[in-house]
């Protein structure tokens, strides 16, 4: 069974694939094991990814998000919300942002206005109708 908690989004959701590496925050080990994940959707305040191991809710992740753009990645610290068993190796992961560097703020919500712009379609030319 699925025990996500109501949907409350306040920010529209991107469908797409990135990299995404991630360490467990609240891990009692010195050596914060770096994994990878894909996410599958993303917006301003959360994303959802497919993690190779169970996470518990409320651990504390430290990501970072790989946009493509040969730039550096995008550091955030999430916290894991849901999860659930999607194959013996693979769990879709519903983490929302906590705190993220005010420079990577403002490139990751430009990187989703710019991908989202792209599905949506801006017209051409804009103010002109149609006859």
Same mark, same amino acid.
């Given at each position: %069974?699925?025990? =996500?908690?109501?949907?409350? =989004? !306040?920010?529209? *959701?991107?469908?797409?694939?990135?990299?995404? #590496?991630?360490?467990?925050?609240?891990?009692?080990?010195?050596?914060?094991?770096?994994?990878?994940?894909?996410?599958?959707?993303?917006?301003?305040?959360?994303? !959802?990814? %497919?993690?190779?191991?169970?996470?518990?809710?409320? #651990?504390?992740? &430290?990501?970072?998000?790989?946009?493509?753009?040969?730039?550096? #990645?995008?550091?955030?610290?999430? &916290?894991?919300?849901?999860?659930?068993?999607?194959?013996?190796?693979?769990?879709?992961?519903?983490?929302?942002? *906590?705190?993220?560097? &005010?420079?990577?703020?403002? *490139? +990751?919500?430009?990187?989703?206005?710019?991908? %989202?712009?792209? +599905?949506?379609?801006?017209? &051409? %030319?804009?103010?002109?109708?149609?006859?």
């Amino acid at each position: %069974m699925d025990f =996500r908690p109501q949907e409350r =989004r !306040r920010y529209a *959701r991107l469908d797409i694939a990135l990299s995404v #590496s991630y360490a467990i925050l609240n891990s009692n080990t010195e050596f914060k094991e770096q994994n990878e994940a894909w996410s599958s959707d993303i917006s301003a305040g959360g994303l !959802r990814m %497919m993690t190779p191991t169970s996470l518990e809710n409320g #651990s504390q992740l &430290e990501l970072e998000i790989y946009v493509g753009d040969g730039t550096q #990645s995008i550091n955030a610290n999430a &916290e894991v919300i849901w999860q659930s068993k999607i194959s013996e190796t693979c769990y879709e992961t519903g983490a929302i942002i *906590r705190y993220m560097p &005010e420079s990577d703020k403002k *490139r +990751f919500m430009g990187f989703v206005f710019d991908q %989202m712009s792209r +599905f949506v379609g801006i017209p &051409e %030319m804009i103010g002109h109708s149609a006859h």
